[in-house]
């Protein structure tokens, strides 16, 4: 309880205060406000890539000659807006500043995910069919303000972390510029897919993903591995307390093992993708996937929905809708490929992804982008 308590005094107290001056640039710069997590300024444990991903906007923003504050994107502080010449990110704090008429502010949307009207319209649809189906519940986890609308139409750039899809739930609703660029995976160099044994562990699956179990699809792969012991699923991931009782005995199952959260710099990650072959996410809305980006890194082959943000057909095989059926109809394909092919794709999967979303690589297109945005205004 005491735990609890000092959790939540923290929370409250880092989301309401804005880190000034993180990089510790000159006072006569002009300053940035980036709208993002200022949670990684207080610990750096690298658990997801916005860790990562902040540092280096923050890094940047820095080299181009701007003083950067930071503040996290729930913020509902009153926020003198009139201090900065740039607003960077998403959440409250960005939406609030359309409310500062006379701010002349520059606003650069950074979009992590996909659109909020495809992101909260696909999980509420994927929830209210596990309720349907299991007569219970469950409430979404993973839903947007639908308030942060004027962020998306009334920008003057859009940085958007993904593909042509993701981008697609986007250009319906603004007219402002847009700039794709991919997002970064957790690359650890502990996995390498030639240590991969394809012909015996071809049967194994891996689904990584963090909150929103429903909304990743994780349900639909359960049902789906239920009516196949043949098959093995691998779950790491949270442990969402209503999900576990609606789907509590699928999980005693043989053939599908939940880990937890696991580390991915952890020797426990490293021998669980080992074991497998496969990395499953049927989630029915991302910017792009991360959590599939680290897993292919590892050298595991991408069984996807479009939705993950992902080329998923260059590098493994698309699950076609968000279905136990789709789901079977892909897994079917997969078996009739040979050791070979499936070594191949493996191969190409890793590849693709340690030389396109490397942390090197984000800060290279990242500072393209911004530097060609600041020098335009």
Request: net charge positive.
């Amino acid at each position: 309880m005491v735990k609890k308590i000092i959790s939540f005094v923290f929370r409250v107290i880092s989301n309401n205060r804005i880190l000034s001056n993180v990089t510790n640039q000159s006072k006569d710069k002009s300053k940035v406000l980036v709208s993002y997590t200022t949670l990684p300024f207080y610990t750096r444990t690298n658990r997801h890539t916005n860790s990562q991903e902040i540092h280096a906007i923050a890094e940047i923003l820095h080299e181009l000659g701007f003083r950067v504050d930071v503040v996290n994107y729930t913020c509902e502080k009153r926020i003198n807006y009139s201090d900065y010449k740039i607003i960077f990110g998403f959440g409250q704090p960005f939406e609030n500043s359309f409310r500062a008429s006379n701010s002349p502010l520059i606003r650069i949307y950074y979009a992590t995910g996909a659109h909020v009207f495809h992101q909260n319209a696909a999980e509420a649809q994927r929830v209210t069919a596990v309720n349907t189906r299991y007569n219970t519940n469950l409430l979404p986890r993973r839903l947007v303000s639908w308030c942060w609308t004027l962020s998306t139409n009334f920008c003057d750039h859009l940085i958007i972390l993904g593909n042509s899809w993701t981008e697609s739930t986007y250009k319906e609703y603004t007219n402002s510029k847009i700039s794709m660029m991919n997002a970064t995976a957790l690359l650890n160099n502990l996995s390498n897919p030639k240590n991969r044994n394809i012909s015996k562990n071809r049967m194994n699956f891996l689904w990584f993903g963090s909150s929103g179990l429903v909304h990743k699809g994780l349900d639909l792969c359960l049902i789906f591995f239920s009516e196949h012991p043949e098959l093995t699923l691998h779950i790491c991931g949270p442990k969402e307390e209503d999900f576990f009782r609606v789907f509590e005995d699928y999980f005693r199952l043989p053939n599908i093992v939940f880990h937890g959260f696991v580390s991915v710099n952890s020797s426990v990650f490293l021998d669980i993708s080992t074991k497998c072959v496969f990395a499953i996410l049927p989630s029915c809305s991302e910017g792009q996937a991360t959590a599939l980006l680290t897993a292919m890194g590892t050298g595991l082959i991408p069984v996807a929905t479009r939705f993950t943000g992902i080329d998923v057909t260059k590098y493994g095989y698309l699950i076609e809708a968000l279905t136990v059926e789709s789901i079977a109809a892909t897994v079917s394909v997969i078996e009739g490929e040979s050791d070979e092919v499936l070594t191949v794709k493996s191969e190409k999967s890793a590849r693709y992804v340690n030389r396109n979303h490397t942390l090197r690589k984000f800060k290279k297109n990242m500072r393209k982008i911004l530097a060609e945005i600041t020098n335009e205004e």
